[in-house]
């Protein structure tokens, strides 16, 4: 059992690994947006939330339940860029998880990985990346959605979050599509071994 990937094909499939796991765990986590409501924190992704108010029938008011969770549908997500962000930053981590491990499989096949499907891999990858960062770039467009409005004491709006912040796993998310998009995009040109051919 060998390699088909030469020195620099092994750190493209070691890098695109660490890209799309930083892309996948930063999409998933519900910390792209962090504010408060009623005295507690809350945090958004594009379609998840942290803390959120429900009807207390005992109390007969309003409380914060401190669970983070998805929304009950697709059609539950506050805006309609968020939907969008949803779908595009998925499918681009869908495709970088997908280079990813064809990447390490390739570690451990001979012949997997050639000059021209590292190529085209790099190209997926690229296209990946230009998907989250698209996705990323959508974000700050649900801003101005009752929920978030709600949780940034009513003055955030598009490309403005008021009293809210950025939070973390925006910047993960972002940062490996960036590191998929330049630097993995350039290793995989050189991350196949030269075919060999046979005479017959």
């Known amino acids: 059992m060998g390699s088909s990937l030469t020195c620099a094909g092994g750190i493209w ?15 998933f986590m519900p910390y792209w947006l962090l504010g408060s409501q009623m005295g507690k924190p809350v945090s958004f992704g594009t379609f998840r939330r942290c803390s959120y108010p429900v009807r207390d029938e005992a109390q007969g008011g309003t409380v914060m339940l ?57 190209g997926i990858q690229f296209v990946g990346g230009l998907l989250i960062g698209s996705g990323c770039a959508l974000y700050p ?31 993960c998310t972002g940062a490996g599509a960036a590191v998929a998009m330049l630097i993995c995009t350039w290793l995989s040109c050189f991350a196949g071994k030269k075919q060999k051919h046979y005479p017959y």
């Not at 101005?144 to 925006?170: K, M, P």
């Open 13 to 27: 499939a070691l890098l695109s690994l660490l890209c799309a796991a930083a892309s996948c765990v930063g999409f």
């Open 66 to 122: 401190e669970q983070c969770g998805r929304y009950a549908s697709f059609q539950g997500i506050p805006s309609l860029e968020w939907r969008i962000c949803t779908v595009v930053t998925g499918t681009g981590c869908g495709l970088l998880l997908l280079v990813a491990l064809t990447a390490i499989m390739g570690c451990c096949v001979t012949d997997l990985i050639s000059r021209t499907i590292g190529r085209v891999a790099g």
């Open 141 to 171: 467009l649900g801003w101005d959605s009752e929920e978030v409005r709600q949780t940034c004491s009513n003055t955030s709006n598009q490309f403005n979050l008021g009293s809210c912040e950025i939070g973390w796993a925006f910047y």
